[in-house]
C-alpha cells in the first residue's frame, strides 16, 4: 500500500499563529483527504484535495481557515490558521487506492496542541 | 440521527473469547463498507472491507446486512494484540469519495 509521510509530527503553537502540515505520498495518487481528529472523537473529513483544482470542503469547514494546497499529485498541504485551543487535534492525511476494493490509507497524523 | 452509530465500550475480555461489533447507518444508498483498526495514538488503518455475502480473514468475520443497514464484525479467540479501537466506516455514495466513520469500539484483551 501507499506510503505517506507527514510532518510534523505534533506541535505545540500559541493562538492565533498558523500552521501548516505537509503531507507525502510514495506514488501518485489522484485524490488526497484531509481529517480532523478531535480528542476523544472518530474521524470527520475537512476537505478533499485534487491536483490543479481548488479543495472541495465539507459542512463546517472554510477554506479561510483551513486552507489546502495539491501543487502536484504526491504532496499536498493543510495550514491551520489563526490557531485557537479548539483547534487542538489530530489532523490526517489519507489517500484512496486500489486494496482489492477501494481502500483508504492514512498518514501517522499530526498531534496539534494550542495553547 | 448520527450517520454511523456504534456502541462505544469498552467491551472486556479473555483472552481466546469471541466477540462481536455492531454498527447501524442511517444513509441506505451507501455502496462501501469497512472496519478499521485504530491503535492509541495512532492512524487507523484498515482491518477489512465488507462485503454484501459477508467476508472472513482469519479470525475475522464481517457482515453487511442491507434489508436492515447494520454492519458487524466477529473475533474469534481473541489476542491480547487485538485490544485497539474498531471503527466501522461508511462510504455513503460512490461520488463523490467521502468516509463517514464511526465513533468506534473500545475493544481491550485481557489475559
Known amino acids: 500500500s501507499a506510503v505517506i509521510s507527514q510532518k510534523p509530527s505534533r506541535d505545540i503553537c500559541q493562538r492565533g499563529t498558523s500552521l501548516t502540515i505537509q503531507c507525502q505520498v510514495d506514488?501518485?495518487?489522484?485524490?488526497m483527504f484531509w481529517y480532523r481528529q478531535q480528542p476523544g472523537q472518530s474521524l470527520t473529513l475537512i476537505a478533499t484535495a485534487n491536483q490543479g483544482s481548488e479543495a472541495t470542503y465539507e459542512s463546517g469547514f472554510v477554506i479561510d481557515k483551513f486552507p489546502i494546497s495539491r501543487p502536484n499529485l504526491t504532496f499536498s498541504t493543510l495550514t491551520v490558521s489563526n490557531m485557537s485551543p479548539e483547534d487542538s487535534s489530530i489532523y490526517l492525511c489519507?489517500?484512496?487506492?486500489?486494496?482489492?476494493?477501494?481502500?483508504?490509507?492514512f498518514g501517522s497524523g499530526t498531534r496539534l496542541t494550542v495553547v | 440521527r448520527k450517520e454511523v452509530e456504534q456502541d462505544p465500550g469498552p467491551f472486556n475480555v479473555p483472552e481466546g473469547a469471541t466477540v462481536a461489533f455492531n454498527c447501524t447507518y442511517s444513509n441506505s444508498a451507501s455502496q462501501s463498507f469497512f472496519w478499521y483498526r485504530q491503535d492509541c495514538r495512532k492512524e487507523p488503518k484498515l482491518l477489512m472491507s465488507v462485503y454484501s455475502s459477508g467476508n472472513e480473514d482469519g479470525r475475522f468475520t464481517a457482515q453487511l446486512n442491507r434489508a436492515s443497514q447494520y454492519i458487524s464484525l466477529l473475533i474469534r479467540d481473541s489476542k491480547l494484540s487485538d485490544s485497539a479501537t474498531y471503527l466501522c466506516v461508511v462510504n455513503p455514495s460512490h461520488l463523490p469519495n467521502k468516509l463517514v466513520f464511526g465513533a468506534g469500539t473500545i475493544l481491550r484483551v485481557k489475559s
Open positions: 506514488s501518485q495518487v489522484t485524490m
Open positions: 489519507s489517500v484512496e487506492e486500489w486494496q482489492g476494493i477501494y481502500g483508504y490509507t
